[in-house]
């Protein structure tokens, strides 16, 4: 019972619920498209296409099952189609980032702990969801992204992101914290400015992954749950270089191993 | 220098025995000096494994700081340089039974000071234990403030896990923090006395090429015991504690490894202090079998933040007061977790502490301390001496490390509860006080060492930046 009354009272519990809900709209978003499309499986370089167009996406838009399943992101509503990338934003990138949200409730003062894991989040999901929108949805309506070979391109391209100074430099970053004034506004503008710098250091370490996990296609939710696992387990490591080379080698692997099951037919 | 029971004895510095271990050590650590760097035995390589600014080779830049970890992981090293050097010290000649001495600055007086044979003759061909970038302050026989050196704080610390406690805090990847983990005594002395000694021994990645660092970590290591065996406090027993290894080289160049299990107590390594950590005589300490820890689940609490300053503080080698607001919110319940009976502690955090590198300045920390403060206030109202040891390495890590803020918490309960007896209390805000810690010249010391006191605290007021300070209640 005592177990249970310190799990109710963590601030933070509010924020795992809602990773928890965002994995299960993405499952019924999963079982909609296997539904809508008879055969379990979208085109390769649907992943964002899927999502942008059915579960809640088709409720946005109000369009038919067949014509869901099939629209482009291009002619998806923004409407229908930030709230998705939102979605895999919540689901993929703020279990990564449970660390610094409970660093920044849990060092507010304690009757606006809840309050600060929100202001984290809403600039967290703000500037993963501006950069979905704007750089993965255009990118996955592009031709190339339709080709099988996208994601062991994609998975590849990472790998080697992975071993840049650059990427490093950006992991590194995402183990730093910053000041946060106790009340009013300065408070507030403690966490935006903490989640600011928080989440553009994740942005530039786990793009690349994140372009991947856009084009995973069939499987894609085994590949978005492989993909968050890795990162989180990344970005929680004491020893970042190692746990970035790791990374690269397990992306590397999977590259390979995906471009010869293309080939293999 | 071995008891009825067979375990090796460490002795103080200044006793007879520690004098003669000290003749020893200085032609060991000469030999040391005389072996091909890349010898695991060597001194520069022994030095290295604690940290190293070069590119570090296998087992090197190892120290375990800002965590559960300083104490074992020290243990563990001192035990393998000890075996080390009395290797080198049977090879020239010396007892087998040699031991490590220790530095107990605590003791006041002459014994604050360096020990002679670190600081006569005061030539670095032919002494092999003077440094001579040390604060010459102290190279002059010039005794550690008692600020600076004393234990008292470390020792009436009850729990061995927490920020502000006796150990620090867990480390563990899977409760990844922002700042670093360290204990009480991990600042003061063990912090303090590295900044105020100086030169070498001010940065992690030089300090254990100053011979005096291992005879100040071995007074770490008694302070340990001290606190476990005389005030019956115990270590961790999770898992994660119990069964991290660490690895270091033996007298034969190998490797080898313990677990902090291994090194709870110091009997089980062979060795006790004079006089024993429990007390009695050397002769009746023996060795006891360990038991098996009990894994002890449960949740760490977090902390509960009811105040902060609002800007950031920057030190630069003058007293500096911070006004620190307690929100409405928070002020009733500082009130009722200062009285007696209250389970609850109150807690002053000095967090995100940022420089480009650690100044030579320590400083005292005290609460509410008024204009013309009476020695009485200054006893009264102190809460901690700070540091900042390590400071480099915390914000810029070169190494494969995470890195993290630094941060130093303090408990502050009985200081508040004395100052509102006194109704010395505004229910609102808090004054934190940091004054720079200079050695008050003495008849006692050394006349040089007098004459030196402003120009060797004068030197480097490298400016700190303290993103916050803030005011807690653990749960």
């Known amino acids: 019972m005592s177990a249970l009354r310190s799990l109710g009272r963590r601030p933070t519990l ?41 579960g809640l996406g088709r409720l946005a838009s109000h369009g038919t099952h067949e014509a869901a399943a099939s629209a482009p992101l291009a002619t998806a509503s923004l409407a229908a189609g930030t709230p998705m990338w939102a979605l895999m934003a919540a689901a993929m990138m703020v279990p990564t980032a449970m660390p610094a949200v409970q660093h920044a409730s849990l060092t507010s003062l304690y009757w606006r702990r809840r309050r600060a894991a929100l202001e984290f989040l809403v600039v967290f999901l703000g500037l993963w969801t501006a950069f979905s929108v704007l750089a993965l949805g255009p990118l996955t309506t592009l031709e190339p992204a339709a080709s099988p ?61 994140m372009v991947a996990a856009a084009v995973s ?18 970005k929680l490591s004491e020893k970042p270089r190692t746990a970035c080379r790791r990374l690269a080698a397990l992306l590397g692997a999977a590259a390979a191993g995906v471009a010869a099951a293309v080939l293999l037919g | 220098m071995a008891n009825g029971n067979q375990l090796l004895v460490r002795y103080e510095a200044r006793s007879t025995q520690g004098q003669d271990a000290l003749q020893h050590y200085a032609r060991a650590v000469g030999a040391m000096k005389e072996r091909e760097p ?176 291992w005879l100040h970590h071995a007074n770490i290591d008694r302070i340990w015991a001290v606190w476990n065996e005389k005030e019956g406090l115990p270590n961790p027993t999770e898992s994660g504690w119990t069964n991290h290894d660490f690895s270091f080289f033996d007298a034969g160049g190998s490797q080898a490894a313990k677990t902090c299990g291994e090194v709870t107590e110091t009997a089980l390594l062979g060795y006790t202090y004079d006089p024993p950590p429990g007390g009695g005589t050397v002769e009746e300490v023996v060795p006891t079998p360990t038991e098996p820890p009990t894994p002890e689940p449960g949740a760490p609490t977090e902390p509960k933040f009811v105040g902060a300053t609002e800007e950031p503080i ?27 009976d209250d389970p609850r502690h109150l807690y002053v955090n000095v967090e995100e502490i940022r420089g480009e590198s650690t100044p030579d300045t320590v400083y005292a920390m005290y609460l509410n301390l008024p204009e013309d403060a009476s020695p009485a ?19 810029d890590p070169a190494d494969d490390e ?63 930046e303290i993103g916050r300070i803030s005011l807690s209640i653990d749960a």
């Open chain 1, 14 to 54: 509010w924020v795992e619920a809602m990773v928890a809900a965002a994995w299960l709209a993405l499952l019924a978003g999963e079982g909609a498209a296997r539904a809508s499309d008879g055969s379990g499986g979208a085109s390769w370089a649907n992943g964002p296409v899927w999502i942008c167009t059915t």
């Open chain 1, 149 to 209: 070979f996208a994601l062991p391109i994609a998975l590849a391209a990472a790998a080697l992101w992975q071993l840049t100074p650059l990427k490093l430099r950006a992991l590194r970053a995402c183990h730093r914290s910053r000041p946060l004034p106790p009340r009013g506004w300065r408070a507030s503008l403690g966490v935006g400015n903490f989640a600011l710098h928080n989440g553009a250091a994740c942005l530039l370490s786990c793009w690349a992954i």
């Open chain 1, 217 to 234: 296609g069939p499987g894609r939710l085994l590949w978005m749950g492989a993909l968050t696992a890795a990162i989180t387990i990344e």
């Open chain 2, 38 to 213: 890349s010898d695991p035995t060597s001194w520069d390589y022994q030095a290295a494994i604690h940290g190293t600014e070069s590119n570090p080779l296998s087992l090197q830049r190892q120290c375990e700081h800002e965590s559960w970890f300083f104490f074992p992981w020290h243990r563990i090293y001192l035990y393998y340089f000890e075996q080390i050097v009395r290797q080198a010290v049977v090879d020239t000649g010396g007892p087998e039974d040699w031991t490590l001495p220790y530095w107990n600055y605590d003791l006041g007086g002459e014994f604050a000071a360096l020990p002679d044979p670190f600081r006569q003759p005061a030539d670095e061909q032919t002494n092999p234990l003077y440094v001579g970038v040390r604060r010459p302050y102290y190279n002059a026989g010039g005794p550690l403030p008692e600020l600076v050196s004393t234990e008292e704080a470390a020792l009436a610390l009850r729990e061995f896990i927490g920020n502000a406690m006796f150990g620090g805090n867990n480390k563990s990847p899977h409760r990844p923090r922002f700042w670093g983990q360290s204990g009480l005594p991990e600042e003061t002395p063990h912090g303090t006395v590295h900044v105020q000694v100086g030169g070498w021994m001010r940065n992690p990645e030089e300090a254990a090429w100053d011979p005096i660092f």
């Open chain 2, 314 to 340: 920057y030190l630069e080698g003058e007293s500096t007061n911070v006004p620190l607001d307690i929100d409405p919110n928070g002020q009733e319940e500082v009130q009722e977790s200062a009285e007696p």
């Open chain 2, 377 to 395: 206030d200054f006893e009264n109202r102190y809460l901690t001496t700070l540091s900042f040891f390590g400071l480099e390495r915390t914000t």
């Open chain 2, 402 to 464: 995470a890195p993290h803020g630094m941060r130093v918490s303090t408990e502050v309960t009985e200081v508040i509860r004395r100052l509102r007896d006194k109704t010395d209390w505004d229910r609102e805000r808090l004054w934190i006080c940091f004054r720079p810690v200079v050695p008050e010249p003495s008849a006692e010391m050394p006349e040089e060492a007098r004459e030196l006191i402003d120009t060797s605290h004068a030197s480097r007021h490298a400016p700190i």
